[in-house]
């Protein structure tokens, strides 16, 4: 980008062996490697174990997700043993959303949590008609006919939405694919946005939930403040994320299977080493259960907890917007 707006401004142009070179009157100014001393100029922060410029991440981040797009699903329940699910149903259960309730999922992929959400909703939802008939000791065929019309109701009659947003095209258009084949036609929509910079009006939405996506994002604080601001008063903010294992000998293990395995497997399964090496690293430098609970209370949430799953290896953290 930056080497783009230089280059409006230049009139000629002329490659050079290290790059571009612009010639103006007599001036000879390497375009590239004011481009790079830019970005060296710019914040720094991590991609994985890599020192990066804050751009540069961004970039490294879309790429990996670009990658791994096409096989996240499969390498999801083989990184994970297929564990991965039970954590995403916990995260779930613990909202225990009522019919109604209004989602925004964040770093929401390829729609594992929307699914699951519309499937309680719509769970909840026929409880409630079923306990509503059985209450009534001799129903009348018509309460009966309206309870049994009530449950072929679409999603979007129920009024509850799930809206997935992320930054990556490539997960959001796996993710809809996914949608066709399991027939979630209603209630969902799917927006590409960053999470730092949240394409929603103030106030909107009852839940927002992050999964195994903030630790991949430039800034936390902005995510947090952009979760709270797109929040009505009484919403609640929930994230599933990768945490630090409290066990020393589990801890030891897994760090053991993380580097040693989990690569592997994205190079056998992906042919990807690098970005399931990144996402290893990442794991590493997310901030543990307490620091990020800490974060998420000066982003302005109350009654800020968490829950430790699997030892640790992941944590749902909760607050409220007041
Ligand atoms: C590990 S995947 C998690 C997907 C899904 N939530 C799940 O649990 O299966 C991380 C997701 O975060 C998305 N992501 C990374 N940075 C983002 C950002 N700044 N804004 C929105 N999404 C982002 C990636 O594109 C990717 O789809």
């Known amino acids: 980008m930056a ?13 050079g062996r290290n790059g571009l070179f612009v010639c103006r009157r007599n001036l000879v100014a390497p375009v590239f490697v004011r481009a790079r001393s830019a970005r060296a100029e710019e914040k720094q922060t991590h991609f994985g174990f890599e020192k990066v410029s804050e751009s540069e991440k961004a970039e490294k981040v879309y790429k ?3 990658n791994v797009a096409k096989n996240y699903d499969i390498m999801n329940d083989a990184m994970s043993l297929g564990i991965h699910r039970l954590w995403k149903d916990a995260l779930i259960r613990m909202m225990n959303p009522l019919p109604g ?10 729609g594992d949590i929307a699914f699951r959400f519309m499937d309680y909703v719509r769970m909840q939802q026929e409880r409630q008609s079923r306990q509503a008939v059985k209450s009534n000791q001799s129903p009348s065929w018509q309460q009966i006919s309206d309870f ?20 990556n095209k490539e997960m959001l258009k796996v993710g809809r694919q996914k949608a066709e084949q399991l027939n979630y036609s209603e209630g969902l929509s799917w927006v590409v946005g960053n999470a730092e910079e949240l394409p929603f009006d103030d106030d909107k939405f009852d839940v927002y939930t992050i999964a195994f996506g903030i630790r991949n994002v430039t800034h936390i604080d902005h995510v947090l403040q952009e979760a709270y601001r797109v929040l009505k008063p009484g919403g ?10 409290q066990n020393p000998v589990i801890s030891r293990l897994y760090n053991l299977y993380s580097f040693q395995v989990i690569p592997v497997l994205g190079e056998v399964i992906a042919a990807d080493w690098k970005s399931y090496q990144y996402l290893v690293e990442s794991i590493q430098r997310f901030p543990d259960q307490e620091e990020f609970k800490a974060m998420i209370e000066d982003a302005g949430f109350y009654r800020v907890e968490y829950s430790n799953m699997t030892s640790g290896i992941v944590a749902v953290h909760s607050g409220f917007k007041l």
Do not use: H
């Not at 080497?3 to 142009?13: I, K, Q």
């Open 3 to 15: 080497a783009c707006r230089l280059l409006g401004s230049l009139p000629v142009g002329l490659w």
């Open 64 to 66: 990996v997700f670009k």
């Open 101 to 110: 309730t209004k989602l925004l999922d964040v770093a929401g992929g390829t």
């Open 148 to 167: 049994y019309q009530q449950q072929n109701k679409s999603d979007s009659d129920l009024g509850s939405k799930a809206v997935i947003c992320d930054i």
């Open 236 to 245: 609640r903010f929930m994230c599933l994320e990768f945490s630090k294992v």
